[in-house]
């Protein structure tokens, strides 16, 4: 039993199975169908040439898949206007034929048109459109009906439709998408047979167009070719013109292109001698006549071309005119005893308004003759003929010309050379030039090292450069020589720089290659020691440095000793600039130099804390200077033991006791202000009126030096109060051992202005007699060591006895400068010397004695 229920089932399957295989087979056949319908149809419009041929085929393929015995198509124009194109309708044929663009317009096929939508209707459908408004009702009343828009693009050209007026046929969404598909084909064979009408119609057009063009055509192709043939031939003459040099040649070439043109069997070329009054005829071909000789200037043809200076194209009945009327005396005079031309055609041969001659072609045939073309041909011909004669002509001028030039451009070629190579020598010095200025600009002119600009330059790049690194270490060097200043004083100035140089090289040889060694002026020197591990590294350097300048060195057979004083600053991240680190290296070299020579210090904390100090002082010393704390303090000026000569004027502070004031003379001096303070004591004494008294005071050589500080002092003098020959103004003999030409003339102003001059300390050192000599003092002054020393050298009273000779020879008078009590004095009056200066320390008398000679 079970086996049948199994069997039955198995069958119903098969049986399942084999209906939708059927129905699968079917669809495909009838897509198979379809599909080579539609291929048909594709094949049709690409080839149709009637869209009369087109629609039936449309129909008859429709009627093949479904029931399409009632088909039409209606078209749209531009105007919106519906065109019934095809129909076949079984009720209301005669209907369609007179239906207006109204009808379809408001009908379904108008409904389809406006919503460019397929539409499958039924009857109820219809019912509903027309009670909507949507349609009119028009014509039998269908049981369904189909149609489709034809569209290109999003344009609506029309509606494709079927209806059907049997209840037993009825549409479906593929017979609509049947349809569909035909439509689109329908509109591609529309638009290729339009375009083929357009086409047809526009080539109707165009070939009408074109005959008549072509026939313009034919003529300017005539035309064009002559002129083509024509400038041909005016190239080659004008090619030729330009390359010929042989004359006989050029004329045979011409006739040749001549006889291409036109008829030139007989041709000729008469020229003109330089005179103007003979022709001559270097090409001459005549088929009756030979050349002719040069001859005298006649009345034949080629003169009257040459008198009218116009080309002249004259036939024979012409000639025998100008025969009559004596324009051409006799035709024998152009063509001898032969037979006359029946066309003649000449041209002048032109070179700006000059005639050179003529070219003349003549026929003798009777059924030719030259035209107006050949004329103006053979008119331009002339002219490039010319040209060619003229050149001929100019050959040897030009040929002697060009010669010259060659000549000329040779020597302006060699001079060009010669001024390249010069400019070249300029730019090349130029650059040198440059190149040392640049390196004269940044590098010290003695030893080469760099200067000042180049050192800082590289030490603020430096410090640019430290944030970039994790732990940045370097330091700098600042050196002073010692005992530079005697050297240069004692063995002259071309020793000192030869110092300074060998001190130069011998910084360079002892540190590193990438080590900075700078000069900063005179004998100060600096080393940046661009990478170091620690600082013992830069002592290390300072160390081998000192001791290399310890060594004795040679100038030019002079042994000189010196030595050094190095301060070394080590870069801390507390500097914010180079400047500061060039700073505190200084201040570590002047510390260097007051412990003594050839040893170096490291700047530190506590220098720093010094240095502040100093500058507190500084400031406390500017601000006594700010409120005059000072006042003049005399020293009598004695003759013998009593006598009164006059007074030494001497700085006196307000506070502090003796050992305070003397600090703040030397503050004074290393800040620079004593040449103002020096300046308010001698404005003070000029303002003064004290009798007969001189004053005498010393002031620093800064005076002299600078011109700003000359001029104070000048404009002092010149509102003196007191007499200037009551004052006295003297400087040391230190400052004046190497007196500038600018000082030398500075002591000779304030000699005109009427003050006396003084030479104080002298014979402190050097005692140059020179100076005595050379230059008008009116006191000097020995030195207080010199005066003390004389009772233990019979040296210095030699030397004080040829002092006082000289006084009396120059007038100045000779002051020794001791102590009031002191038992030297006696001793240099019994010498000689009978004028003293006190130089006991300042007492308070004598700091206020200037209120008592007020």
Request: proline share 2%.
């Amino acid at each position: 039993m079970k086996d049948i229920t199994t069997l039955d089932k198995t069958r119903h399957l098969v049986v399942s199975q084999l209906r939708r295989m059927r129905k699968l087979v079917a669809g495909y056949k009838q897509a198979y169908i379809i599909q080579g319908a539609l291929l048909k149809l594709s094949e049709l419009a690409s080839c149709i040439k009637d869209m009369r041929e087109f629609y039936p085929a449309i129909h008859r393929l429709l009627n093949q898949q479904l029931k399409a015995d009632n088909f039409y198509v209606v078209l749209c124009d531009q105007d919106q206007r519906f065109v019934l194109e095809y129909f076949a309708d079984e009720k209301d044929q005669h209907i369609l034929l007179d239906a207006p663009s109204e009808a379809f317009a408001s009908g379904l096929t108008g409904y389809v048109a406006r919503t460019k939508q397929a539409l499958l209707c039924d009857q109820d459908d219809y019912r509903r459109l027309v009670e909507s408004g949507d349609i009119t009702a028009q014509g039998t009343a269908c049981q369904y009906w189909v149609g489709v828009p034809l569209c290109r693009g999003e344009k609506v050209i029309g509606v494709m439709a079927i209806q059907s007026y049997d209840p037993q046929c009825h549409y479906n969404q593929h017979d609509l998408a049947l349809i569909s598909n035909i439509a689109i084909h329908t509109v591609t064979a529309i638009d290729r047979v339009r375009s083929r009408e357009l086409l047809e119609q526009t080539v109707r057009e165009r070939t009408q167009q074109l005959q008549s063009i072509n026939q313009s055509l034919q003529k300017e192709i005539r035309e064009r070719t002559n002129a083509e043939q024509l400038q041909s031939a005016l190239y080659k003459i004008s090619e030729m013109t330009a390359k010929s040099t042989d004359m006989m040649s050029f004329y045979h070439e011409v006739y040749q292109i001549l006889s291409e043109l036109m008829k030139a069997d007989n041709c000729y070329i008469a020229l003109l001698n330089e005179a103007g009054d003979r022709l001559r005829f270097p090409f001459y071909l005549d088929q009756y006549t030979p050349t002719p000789t040069e001859r005298a200037l006649q009345s034949g043809l080629t003169e009257y071309v040459i008198r009218s200076g116009e080309a002249k194209l004259i036939s024979q009945t012409q000639l025998l005119d100008l025969v009559k009327t004596g324009v051409v005396d006799r035709v024998k005079s152009s063509f001898g005893h032969y037979a006359m031309p029946t066309s003649w055609l000449g041209a002048p041969l032109m070179l700006g308004e000059q005639v050179l001659g003529v070219i003349a072609l003549q026929c003798y045939d009777n059924t030719y003759s030259y035209s107006e073309q050949e004329l103006n041909l053979l008119r331009f011909v002339s002219q490039h003929i010319a040209v060619a004669i003229s050149r001929k002509l100019n050959t040897e001028q030009q040929k002697q010309q060009h010669e010259e030039l060659e000549k000329r451009i040779f020597e302006r070629t060699r001079e060009l050379r010669q001024t390249n190579l010069f400019l070249r020598l300029q730019v090349e010095e130029r650059k040198k030039a440059e190149e040392k200025l640049f390196h004269e600009a940044n590098h010290d002119a003695l030893t080469g090292l760099a200067n000042r600009q180049m050192f800082l330059m590289q030490l603020r790049q430096r410090f640019s450069y430290r944030n970039r690194e994790a732990n940045p270490r370097f330091a700098l060097l600042f050196i002073d020589l010692d005992r530079f200043k005697l050297i240069n004083d004692t063995l002259g100035h071309h020793i000192g720089d030869l110092f300074l140089i060998e001190v130069s090289q011998r910084l360079q040889q002892t540190v590193r290659e990438h080590d900075l060694v700078a000069r900063l002026g005179g004998d100060e020197f600096v080393i940046l020691l661009g990478q170091i591990q620690s600082d013992l590294d830069a002592e290390e350097v300072a160390e081998r440095l000192i001791e290399s300048l310890r060594q004795p060195m040679i100038l030019e057979g002079q042994q000189v000793c010196s030595g050094a004083s190095l301060g070394i600053a080590c870069y801390q991240p507390e500097y914010q600039s180079a400047d500061e680190l060039l700073r505190d290296a200084d201040a570590a070299m002047y510390q260097a130099k007051s412990f003594g020579r050839n040893r170096f210090v490291i700047f530190n904390d506590s220098m720093r804390q010094q240095m502040l100090q100093e500058l507190g002082q500084e400031q406390a010393l500017q601000q006594a200077v700010a409120q005059q704390q000072f006042a003049p303090a005399f020293r009598p000026l004695l003759q013998g033991d009593a006598d009164v000569l006059g007074y030494q004027v001497q700085l006196d502070w307000q506070l502090g006791d003796a050992e305070h004031k003397a600090e703040l003379s030397r503050q004074a001096t290393q800040a620079g202000l004593m040449p103002d303070i020096e300046l308010e004591l001698v404005r003070q004494i000029c303002q003064k009126n004290a009798g007969a008294t001189v004053f005498c005071m010393t002031l620093s050589n800064g005076h002299l030096n600078n011109t700003v500080l000359f001029d104070k002092l000048c404009n002092v003098l010149r509102h003196s109060v007191l007499p200037l020959h009551q004052l006295c103004i003297g400087f040391n003999e230190a400052d004046l051992l190497n007196l500038t030409s600018t000082q030398l003339a500075n002591l000779h102003q304030l000699k005109r202005l009427g003050i006396r001059l003084l030479l104080d300390q002298f014979a402190a050192e050097v005692a140059a007699l020179g100076l005595l000599v050379q230059y008008p003092f009116d006191f000097v002054v020995l030195d207080t060591a010199f005066s003390r020393s004389l009772q233990r050298s019979d040296q210095r009273k030699q030397l004080l006895q040829v002092l006082l000779s000289l006084a009396q020879t120059h007038k100045y008078r000779l002051v020794a400068a001791v102590a009031e009590n002191d038992e030297s004095r006696a001793y240099l009056t019994q010498l000689g010397c009978c004028y003293f200066a006190d130089s006991s320390p300042v007492s308070e008398n004598q700091s206020g004695l200037f209120q008592q000679l007020a």
